[in-house]
């Protein structure tokens, strides 16, 4: 599979430093909590198991980097059935 996005040739498989990089630039203009580490832990198990998560790292459903949306308190699972 390619690294790039079909749609933009974007790269679409990140490292670790640069999602927490985003995190921090995502922060940076919507500041707001982050959740519990056990509680982002937990969310990012479920979505290591999931099938609608491309490259490693993006939800299918809405193209969030699930390292990121999972470590956002009030964040949800989009999928029509939310799995955390
Ligand atoms: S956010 Fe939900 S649908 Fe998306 S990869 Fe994680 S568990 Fe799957």
Known sequence: MSAGCPGCGAQVRLPAREVERLLQQYLATHPGPLA?????????????????????????????????????????????????
């Open 36 to 84: 519990a580490p056990l509680v982002a832990q937990s969310r990012l198990a479920i979505c290591a198991a999931c099938e609608q998560r491309l490259y490693g790292t993006t939800c299918r459903h809405c193209g969030c980097l699930v390292e990121i949306r999972a470590r956002l308190q009030d964040q949800r699972c989009p999928a029509p059935q939310p799995r955390w």
